[in-house]
């Protein structure tokens, strides 16, 4: 009996590499390109198509939708993927996308990242590792989320934009520049001002780990950089020419500094038409040199 | 014959045309027609009286045709959909709210990104572009070559103008002009829609003649522009998309609420 059910209710292609361990609910659809690891639990009406690779230990909200074709005009329908790593947990009715030509191949999922209700992970996405997405949230193409980053409910990211690590973005915000690591970046006055940098993220200094000292040096670098953002450019350089920084404070100047170097407040876009450094990283070997002589012939 | 995933529940497989896909756990209502070379993907529901044009792609968890809120579905109007049009994950289409109305109408080409809603009677022209989660309420018009960013909202009856750009989150609480950039809650005209324009084949006069228009016209209020304004800039310019623009703003601002459409159909 459980046999038979397990068939008629669910569609998983032949060609799909499930791990006997993971467990697929009912009227879920998964296709001939997909690998699902051990212990994965997917709940019902999920749908997983094109090149997905989903590790272990990841739980799937009903009626998520992953590696579907992304939404991007530009993309032609070659060999691009999703990867997810492992013990993720994703709300009912998410959708990711794989990633584009023109992007680099790849969106990615890193591991033990929070993605609630109705979160979209667009094209070329790379989420790093525990980062936590409120309900609704927007990433829109090529769009960074680093390390323990907090996304509030219905917040929506322009293309290229990266959200710093351990950094909060307050619910709402439509954000279309970088959100540096530590901070607390918010929308204030809904509307009547751009959003910015409103203060320093306390709880994500906890997450870090960091200790009091380091802590406080932090607070100090974020309200002196942010406080008035005029002349941020001649404050970062003298704080990274000056004094030995802690770790946090220099990756802090170091971030402010490359989104400065990019355009509109966005450091990736620097990366518009070129493979980015993070699919060079994640891609497999033979895809990534099979990529980069397509590209050069 | 029709390719139909023997785990999908199709009432009537004779309103499908030949080469039209359907898959696994999706179901089709009795009353639905799927023109040719529609791709119907996994987990689809689409309801009562249907019909889907030719050479379009619906993706998993969307649902097209559902009665709008609070109707039976013996009550509910048609939904058409006219070709190519791309409707993508949990996108939502309304059937119309009157069983003898014109009920909802999709042109042709429209791309409906993830979370779309399209409320009941909504007509869109042809060639839109609607990005994630906007939300086009019962009796919007929606011109052709139209974009919306994420979380667009709009108000029920309104018209958002040919060639028109609205950006994130931007609110919808009265009529988009034709050819403009908007921005805000609720928005306010921002500029030319200068790249859509561009890209639409618009001579470089024409463009010209929209940009003077538009500054003489607006200047960042939420008001529509006097009637002495509108026909200073009819008078000084000959070019038709000017004088679109013009009549279209004269129409929007003859309603009390700015929403051309509540007073009732345009004839």
Redesign the interface.
């Known amino acids: 009996m459980a046999g038979a059910e397990l068939t ?1 209710l669910r ?1 998983i292609d032949e060609a799909a590499k499930v791990h006997p361990t993971a467990r697929v609910g009912e ?1 879920c ?1 998964i296709g001939p390109g997909v690998v699902i690891g051990p212990g994965t639990v997917l709940a019902r ?1 999920v ?1 997983v ?1 094109g090149r997905t690779t989903i590790g272990a230990d990841n739980v799937i909200g009903d ?1 998520s ?1 992953l590696g ?1 074709v992304p ?1 991007d ?1 530009k993309y032609g329908g070659g060999e691009t993927w999703l990867i997810i790593g492992d013990g993720n947990r994703l709300g009912p ?1 998410v ?1 990711a996308h794989v990633g584009t030509e023109a992007g680099g191949h790849l969106t990615r999922l890193g591991n033990g990242n929070v993605l609630a209700a ?1 979160v ?1 992970v667009a094209h070329d996405c790379y989420l790093d590792d525990a980062a936590r997405l409120g309900a ?1 949230v ?1 990433l ?1 193409g090529h769009v960074r989320v680093e390390t323990g980053a907090v996304i509030e409910e ?1 917040t ?1 990211a ?1 293309d290229f934009t990266t959200f710093g690590q351990y950094s909060r973005v307050g619910s ?1 915000t ?1 954000l279309r520049r970088d959100v540096p690591p530590f901070t607390f970046f918010s929308s204030r006055g ?2 009547t001002a751009p959003p910015a940098v409103v203060g320093v993220n306390e709880e994500g200094l906890e997450r870090a780990g960091l200790g009091e000292p380091e802590k406080d040096l932090v607070r100090r670098a974020v309200r002196h950089l942010f406080q008035d953002e005029q002349a941020l450019q001649l404050k970062l350089r003298e704080m990274l020419a000056g004094e030995a920084l802690c770790e946090p404070v220099r990756a802090l100047c170091e971030f402010c500094q490359a989104t400065l170097a990019g355009q509109f407040g966005r450091r990736r876009e620097t990366l518009r038409g070129t493979i980015p450094p993070e699919a060079k990283q994640y891609l497999p070997a033979e895809v990534l040199a099979r990529i980069e002589g397509g590209r050069s012939e | 014959m029709p390719k139909i ?1 023997s ?1 999908a529940v199709v009432a009537n497989p004779s309103g499908l045309a030949e080469d039209v896909e359907v ?3 999706s179901f089709l209502g009795p009353e639905v027609t799927v023109a040719a070379g529609t791709v119907i ?3 689809v529901t689409i309801l009562g009286r249907t019909s889907i044009g030719a050479g379009c792609k619906l ?3 969307c649902v097209v045709g559902s009665p709008p809120e609070g109707l039976a579905a013996e009550d509910a109007g048609v939904c058409l959909i006219d070709a190519g049009n791309v409707i ?3 996108v939502i289409v309304e059937a119309g709210g009157d069983a003898n109305g014109a009920g909802t109408n999709v042109g042709k080409a429209n ?1 409906l ?3 779309c809603h399209v409320g009941h009677d909504a007509a869109l022209d042809s060639e839109g ?1 609607f990005a ?2 906007t939300r086009i309420s019962h009796h919007c018009r929606i011109e052709q070559y139209v974009r919306t960013g ?2 667009t909202g709009m108000a029920a009856y309104a018209t958002v103008g040919a060639y028109a750009f609205t ?3 931007a609110s919808i609480d009265r009529d988009v002009p034709p050819y403009a950039k908007v921005q ?2 609720p928005f306010r005209v921002r500029s030319v829609n200068v790249v859509r324009l561009q890209r639409c084949g618009f001579d470089a006069g024409t463009i010209a003649a929209l940009k003077k228009a538009f500054r003489a016209l607006f200047d960042g209020d939420a008001a529509f522009p006097a009637g002495e304004k509108l026909d200073s800039v009819q008078a000084s310019s000959g070019d038709e998309h000017v004088t679109y623009l013009v009549e279209s703003l004269r129409r929007s601002a003859a309603s009390p609420s700015g929403l051309r459409l509540q007073s009732g159909p345009e004839s």
């Open positions: 008629v569609e009227f659809t009406r749908t198509t009626g939708v579907a939404q005009l009715n959708t109705g979209h609704g927007l829109a219905l929506g322009n709402r439509p809904y509307f | 995933s785990k898959g696994p756990f993907a996994n987990n993706y998993p968890g993508r994950e949990h791309m990104m993830v979370g572009i994630n989660f994420g979380f950006t994130g989150y805000g809650i």
